[in-house]
């Protein structure tokens, strides 16, 4: 089993600042990409950022300049800083973690239950 908790969601202002956390425990043999979806009010869900094991980074187009993604392998954690928040990115901010397992299927995605951001005009 595996168990992925976001944390660090709350309410500010527009133009004010967040961090969120991701953790992944569980029985695993490693994790690959880990990634910040968001889900705004009667929307679908969108990638925010992604970040695989080495470090590469993937953002959305609308929060390029304004969040940074980063992980702490030895934590199997991952965080998203975000600056210059906008109404617009109010909503669900949920976790992905790629794990692989020993087992098979060897590649299982799982996620967190989401940790709700609201930002204020």
């Known amino acids: 089993q595996v168990q992925v908790v976001e944390s660090g969601g709350g309410l500010v202002q527009a133009g004010g600042s967040l961090r969120l956390s991701c953790a992944a425990s569980?029985?695993?043999?490693?994790?690959?990409?880990m990634g910040w979806y968001h889900q705004a009010p009667g929307k679908q869900r969108e990638l925010v950022a992604s970040i695989t094991s080495v470090g590469s980074t993937n953002y959305g187009d609308s929060v390029k300049g304004r969040f940074t993604i980063s992980r702490d392998n030895a934590k199997n954690t991952v965080y998203l800083q975000m600056n210059d928040l906008k109404p617009e990115d109010t909503g669900v901010y949920y976790c992905k973690t790629g794990v692989v397992h020993t087992t098979l299927p060897r590649l299982r995605d799982y996620w967190g239950q989401g940790t709700q951001v609201t930002v204020s005009s």
């Open positions: 569980g029985t695993f043999f490693s994790i690959n990409v």
